[in-house]
């Protein structure tokens, strides 16, 4: 059983940053792959990054490539999004997850790939 819980969103200029967190409870996340998932209003949710239990690999959507980070810090427990050069087509609620499988690079952009949820937090890229 884990529960993730997203955090720091809100409401931020374009060009701007911001920096999401994912806080996990019930189990360590040192064994799990973790991603970012995006969801604008009357859109799917969308792929925007992911980061193997070890840190050691990266997968990023085209769409925030150079932009977008991922890290993560197993002593916490806690997953980052750091978000820079924000643009209003940004604008979604993200979700965190987590995927307990190995590292499948083909795989780990697809939302049914990811075991755990968290309840999302709101990002608005004013323009």
């Known amino acids: 059983q884990v529960q993730l819980v997203e955090s720091g969103g809100g409401l931020v200029q374009a060009g701007g940053s911001l920096r999401l967190s994912c806080a996990a409870s019930?189990?360590?996340?040192?064994?799990?792959?973790m991603g970012w998932f995006r969801q604008a209003p009357g859109k799917e949710r969308e792929f925007v990054g992911a980061i193997s239990w070890s840190g050691g690999a990266t997968s990023y959507a085209d769409s925030v490539k150079g932009r977008f980070t991922v890290s993560r810090d197993n002593a916490k427990n806690t997953v980052y999004l750091q978000m820079n050069s924000l643009k209003a087509e940004d604008t979604a609620v993200y979700y965190c997850?987590?995927?307990?499988?190995?590292?499948?690079?083909?795989?780990?952009?697809?939302?049914?790939?990811?075991?755990?949820w968290g309840q999302g937090t709101q990002v608005t890229v004013s323009s």
């Open positions: 997850a987590a995927a307990s499988g190995l590292w499948v690079s083909s795989k780990i952009t697809y939302a049914y790939a990811y075991d755990y």
């Open positions: 019930g189990r360590t996340l040192s064994s799990y792959i």
